[in-house]
């Protein structure tokens, strides 16, 4: 019984809010990629939270999409399946999933989302207009 008024009180009281990367700016939002480690990103790739603990997007030749469940400031995309569809920009398309795997920690300020990790590696993202 305890249980139950805990976990009533936690709800009304807005415990129970969406702490990932959507609870905090990121949903709503389509972010395009502009640089992996400082090095602008010439193809296109779009990465959208579009709701609690899920991500998606495409990269530049497919579409994807995951799980983001950690809390906010931290990040993982996990569990990240692709359609699989061949086009020349496969290279870069296995550098972006592959940088965005490596990623551990998100910032929103504003129209920016920069991910990032300890070995220093970042991706800097911008809000689609």
Known sequence: MRVALLI??????????????????????????????????????TLTFPEEGTLAGEAPCNRYSGQQS???????????????????????????????ENMTLAEIAGDTLILSNDSGREMVFRAAQ
């Open 8 to 45: 009533i009180a936690m709800s009304l009281l807005g415990y129970c809010k969406d702490e990932t990367v959507s609870g905090h700016g990121g949903q709503s939002t389509t972010w395009t990629l502009r640089s992996i480690d400082g090095t602008p990103f010439a193809a296109r790739a």
């Open 70 to 100: 950690v809390p906010y400031p931290w990040f993982s995309a996990e569990r990240i399946t692709a359609t699989r569809r061949a086009c020349p920009d496969l290279e870069a398309e296995t550098r972006y999933l592959r940088a965005l």
